[in-house]
């Protein structure tokens, strides 16, 4: 079992910053990669970055490159989003997720445990 807290969410302005970040228990940290998903009011829930077990194999999707970061320090058994340049149309419900073994995905089926989410909102 993994149990997965989100937490650094918030309301900021357009081209503000935020870190989310999300601590895990239950299971040897580096046994799983991590992934960031949200929801926006409204749509689906979408792949947003993700990070491999040894913080090796980082990717994105589109419309954060170059604005969000994601790290682990599996001293701390957390991942962090660094949410730069933020808009809009970032805010959402941030969900952190771990993914059993080895390989890397960014489809949600394959990410077996959840957190509960964080709320960023951006204003215009």
């Known amino acids: 079992q993994v149990q997965l807290v989100e937490s650094g969410g918030g309301l900021v302005q357009t081209g503000g910053s935020l870190r989310l970040s999300c601590a895990a228990s239950?299971?040897?940290?580096?046994?799983?990669?991590v992934g960031w998903f949200r929801r926006a009011p409204g749509k689906e829930r979408e792949f947003v970055a993700r990070?491999?077990?040894?913080?090796?194999?980082?990717y994105y999707t589109d419309s954060v490159k170059g604005r969000f970061t994601i790290s682990r320090d599996n001293a701390k058994n957390t991942v962090y989003l660094q949410m730069n340049s933020l808009k809009p149309e970032d805010t959402a419900v941030y969900f952190c997720?771990?993914?059993?073994?080895?390989?890397?995905?960014?489809?949600?089926?394959?990410?077996?445990?959840w957190g509960q989410g964080t709320q960023v909102t951006v204003s215009s």
């Open positions: 997720a771990a993914k059993i073994g080895p390989g890397r995905s960014s489809w949600e089926e394959d990410y077996n445990y």
């Open positions: 239950g299971r040897t940290f580096n046994d799983y990669s």
């Open positions: 990070i491999g077990r040894t913080a090796t194999g980082t």
